[in-house]
């Protein structure tokens, strides 16, 4: 039996959908939406509508953007040369944060999962393989997530990457800088050793 009038189950019903949110924190979200004045409840609304409206995929990268480039397609000072291939667009976000990187990004869309009925198809792998023939690329960056199906899709990259003149890397692992072995985890340890450098 449902103890929410139909407007407010319904909210409830909705918020639980996103991704995180179980049914006790849907309902705080209601509220919170019923508690707050009017204009800003709309606020978040409008906000909703104009992301569904105005944003796409950067027609280069497959980043978002309101445009049909990117900015960072679009900035002349990036370098160029070096391509850092990701799966989400959340993931680029996260690398651009670190300020580490001045290069350009490809962005796959997801990972090669069988078990999930993803195939390379179903990626932006073939723009991804053009971009890397026609462009000027001396590093092409694997920087999917390292899971079973993130190693998998870079491996499945790297093969057909394979005949062009890049040099093919993967993001470093391991052990993180100020962090303690103790409680490192088995497959941690076991990549630091594996990448370990010269000292």
């Given amino acids: 039996m449902n103890k929410h009038a139909g407007a407010?189950?319904?909210?409830?019903?909705?918020?639980g959908r996103l991704p995180g949110v179980g049914r006790k924190s849907a309902e705080r979200l209601a509220f919170h939406l019923l508690r707050v004045p009017e204009a800003e409840a709309l606020a978040?609304?409008?906000?909703?509508?104009?992301?569904?409206?105005?944003v796409q995929y950067c027609s280069i990268c497959f980043n978002l953007c309101e445009s049909s480039r990117c900015a960072i397609c679009s900035d002349d000072s990036r370098d160029a040369t070096r391509l850092c291939v990701v799966e989400q667009p959340r993931d680029?976000?996260?690398?651009?944060?670190?300020?580490a990187f001045k290069g350009v990004y490809h962005v796959l869309l997801g990972r090669i999962a069988p078990l999930d009925g993803i195939?390379?198809?179903?990626l932006t792998i073939d723009s991804l393989i053009d971009r890397v023939r026609t462009g000027n690329f001396v590093e092409v960056i694997m920087a999917t997530?390292?899971?079973?199906?993130?190693?998998?899709?870079?491996?499945?990259?790297?093969?057909?990457?394979?005949?062009?003149?890049?040099?093919?890397?993967?993001?470093?692992?391991?052990i993180t800088a100020g962090s303690v072995l103790e409680y490192a985890n088995r497959e941690m340890i076991a990549d630091a050793l594996t990448g370990r450098q010269k000292f």
């Fill in 8 to 15: 407010v189950s319904e909210l409830v019903d909705q918020l």
């Fill in 44 to 54: 978040l609304a409008d906000a909703i509508r104009k992301v569904r409206k105005d």
């Fill in 119 to 122: 195939g390379p198809d179903q």
């Fill in 92 to 99: 680029l976000m996260s690398l651009e944060q670190s300020q």
């Fill in 145 to 174: 997530n390292p899971t079973v199906e993130g190693d998998g899709t870079s491996l499945y990259i790297s093969n057909l990457l394979s005949e062009f003149p890049v040099q093919i890397t993967r993001l470093a692992r391991g």
